[in-house]
């Protein structure tokens, strides 16, 4: 058993790529070990003990201390199987290099975490959580967590809250972070972290008040961190809620050095009696649509197949995009309907007129709308009632996806739909495209049993 270790001890050394004069042929190292102190000093010209000490600390290099630990292992093992008991030769004082080996201090920073450049990492963030400060927001930089008011102090802006009901919700961003890792793009991916929590807590009617992010990466990178955070900052501007804390995470092996993921949380608050959820919905509503930016959050998976199969890069520029680049249409952030939402109301704050909102994600209207719609009423949709954009009809065309494909699995062109009465609809509708977001009629309520279908599909 034993002679086999040399010959694996040499293999190591020749994948070390080490010098040939360090090498001493297999006969000679098998003989080792049956060699007695002088005769083992001579084979390795060394002293009694088996260590080359007649060197001089000069001339030692790190191949002569591997070699030497090498040959330290081979001996143990053919001793132990031979069940005899010896007692490892202690290395001289003046042979550092074995002991330096054994006794390498790890640290943090060689793990992969470097805590100065994390520090560095967190100096650039506080600017941006400030900017997104409203009066409710207590300060509490450097505590354990954020602090929020429920209610304004002064009595200008107070809510007055009777029956508050809070309102929560998480997302991220999925796989459309690749393409911004790809792109070296960070700076609106944070805007869509946002979007895809803050569109989910206005669906029940809700105010929004604070957000939370995560974000984890496998190397720390202060400028892209940086860039990240902004996109967060700048969406909880448009979503009008406060960046009141986040965690960032730094775990090499869990991803590759320029892999991040993203996660967020959102709270907010709905007067109990003003709380959205469908009930409302009768046989007769109007279905609105409210425009989407694009791809917004969901699809990525096929969306880079697609782009992926035709052999594209990123910064290509077909002609159906209008000489945007593929990049450009797929990064375009997700966007935010809080100011679009809350005006509507505003303005009508004793009648409740949007009796169902739903945001429309991965799944499209089918597998969202339907989530509002109460037992008795079907919505029907009319596909060809809104205008897409382009980056739809050039996904669908090169890729070859079926309609029904797209329909499930994008927005296809509206990100938010409401449910209102057929009497407020062409107001509400008016309002909405007035702050530059187009919102026009997509379909109708029916009698039904809680489904929704295309009106070019059968029943």
Known sequence: MFFAVPQVCLSALNVLKLPQDLFVAPETINAI??????????????????????????????????WALLFEVASFVHAMASKAVIRLPQPPRYYPHACTLAKMAATYKDAGVDLDVYAESMSRLPRLMH?????RVIPSDGGFAGLFSLDFAGKLFARNYADPVLVSGTDGVGTKLKIAQLTGRHSTVGIDLVAMCVNDLLCTGAEPLFFLDYVAMGKDDPARLEQIVQGISDGCVLGDMALLGGETAIMPDMYGDEDYDLAGFAVGVVEKKRLINGKMINDGDVVLGMAASGLHSNGFSLVRKVINDAKLNWDDCPEALGGSS??????????????????VQSHYQV????????????????????????????????????????????????????????????????????????????????????LGIPCVPVGKIVSGNGKVRYSDTPA
């Open 131 to 135: 900017r997104t400060f409203s009066p």
């Open 326 to 343: 593929l990049a450009d249409a797929c990064l375009e952030p997700t966007r935010i309907y809080t100011k679009a939402l809350r005006t």
């Open 33 to 66: 070990p049956t060699a007695k102190g002088p005769e083992r000093a001579g084979i390795l010209g060394g002293d009694s003990r088996g260590w080359v000490s007649k060197v001089r600390p000069s001339k030692i290099r790190l191949r002569e201390a591997i």
């Open 351 to 434: 009648k409740q007129v949007l009796h169902g909102l739903a945001h429309i994600t991965g799944g499209g209207f089918e597998e969202n709308l339907d989530r509002i719609l109460p037992p008795g009423v079907d919505a029907i949709i009319e596909p060809d009632s809104w205008d897409k954009p382009a980056i739809f009809d050039w996904l669908q065309a090169t890729g070859n996806v079926a309609d029904s494909e797209m329909r499930r699995v994008f927005n296809m062109g509206i990100g938010m739909a409401l449910v209102v009465s057929e009497f407020y609809a062409p107001s509400i509708a008016a309002q909405i495209s007035d």
